[in-house]
Structures are given as C-alpha cells and as structure tokens.
C-alpha cells in the first residue's frame, strides 16, 4: 500500500513540477536571436548574462548584456538599470528595429519582468 502512495506522491510532483517549468518563458541565446530575429519578434524570452553597458535615468534606459554567444540591448522603464558587470537574467520581448544588407539594427528586449541575479 505503501508503495502506491509514494508513486501517487511522485507523479503528483513530477506534473506539479511540468506545469510550472511550461509557465516560464524560453531561455534563449543571444546569437540565435541575432541570427533570425523575425523568428523571435514578439515572443516573450529569457535571457540571462553579463551586463557590459548601461545609459539611463531617474529607473528608464538601456543596458547591454553579453551571454558568450553574442551582445544585446534591453530596453527598462519600470525595472531600474544594473550596473555593469552585473550578473542578470531578464525576461521580455524582441522588438526588432529594421534591417540593412543582411545586419539586424535597433534591435532590442524590452523588458517585462523584473530580473533576477544570475548565479
């Protein structure tokens, strides 16, 4: 009888642990995104590295972060701006500036969640 409990418990935790990994957003790397950002324009990501760059006032701008595959800008209004060589992992959607002979430009995460400190 035991056992039957113990395997009830056990699948109970395994689709308790599927529903909420299926809630997060994606984790992404920086290069995929930079290689096909139309596939990416609009989906809500997560992406997670260094912060190289940051501009910004009064909890509005922008910072850079860099993952070892690639460099991306984040767009914040509401979150506040890391300082650099912050560890973060921010989530939000690809909003994609225009494109010139093959090179992405203004492209940019604008960020819908607040971030957390990478470890």
Not at 56 to 80: L, P
Request: aromatic share 10%; with cysteine.
């Amino acid at each position: 009888m035991r056992t039957v409990h113990q395997r009830v418990i056990w699948i109970a935790m395994v689709a308790a642990a599927a529903v909420v990994l299926a809630a997060c957003p994606p984790h992404e790397s920086i290069a995929r995104i930079n290689h096909d950002p139309g596939r990416f324009a609009g989906r809500e990501i997560t992406l997670a590295g260094r912060v190289t760059n940051s501009f910004g006032a009064m909890g509005n701008g922008v910072f850079e972060i860099e993952d070892g595959t690639g460099k991306i800008w984040v767009f914040t209004d509401r979150f506040g701006i890391p300082g650099r060589d912050a560890r973060v992992a921010v989530t939000g959607r690809i909003e994609q500036g225009f494109s010139f002979h093959g090179h992405n430009y203004a492209m940019v995460l604008r960020e819908t969640h607040r971030r957390h400190d990478a470890y």
